[in-house]
C-alpha cells in the first residue's frame, strides 16, 4: 500500500515529508530529555509545518489511522495546535502539525534572557496555569 497518510483535508506521502526535511537531515528541532518523539521545522505544501516522528508500539494500519485523525481533526480551539496530517511508515507514525511561532512550552515557562525567573514562582500562576491545563483537558475529553 506504500508510505501514505490519510486525513479528511491533507494527504501526505513519506517521501514528501522526506523531501521537505532533506531526508530527516535538516531544520531538527532540538527536544527535552524527557520526550520520546524526535522533530523538524519544514515547509510542507507552502504551510510552515513541524513534524513529529513517533514510534508505534502496536502496528498501525491505515483504517485505524484515519478513524484516528478524523477523531482528533474534528477539535477546533484557539489553544490547540492544528493537525495538519500524518503518514505511516513501517513502525513510524509522523504527524504534521501547523508551525506556531512562540508556541515552545520551555520558553513560555522559563525566560531564556533571565534563567532565574520562572512563571512558575507564585502560587497563584501556578493554580492559574493547572485551571487552564483542566480546561483544555476537559475541552479535548469532550469535543
Known sequence: MGD?????????????????????????????????????????????????????????????????LSLISRSHHTSLIKLLGASLSGSYVYLVYEFVDGANLADCLRNPNNPSFTVLSSWLSRLQIATDLAHGLDYIHHC
Open 4 to 68: 501514505v497518510c490519510l486525513l479528511s483535508h491533507q494527504i501526505y506521502d513519506t517521501s514528501e515529508i522526506s523531501s521537505s526535511t532533506n531526508n530527516f537531515l535538516s531544520h531538527r528541532l532540538s527536544s527535552s530529555s524527557t520526550s520520546t518523539s524526535t522533530s523538524w521545522r519544514c515547509t510542507l505544501r507552502g504551510k510552515d509545518a513541524v513534524v513529529f516522528q513517533r514510534k508505534s508500539r502496536t502496528p498501525i494500519n491505515l483504517p485505524d489511522l484515519q478513524q484516528s
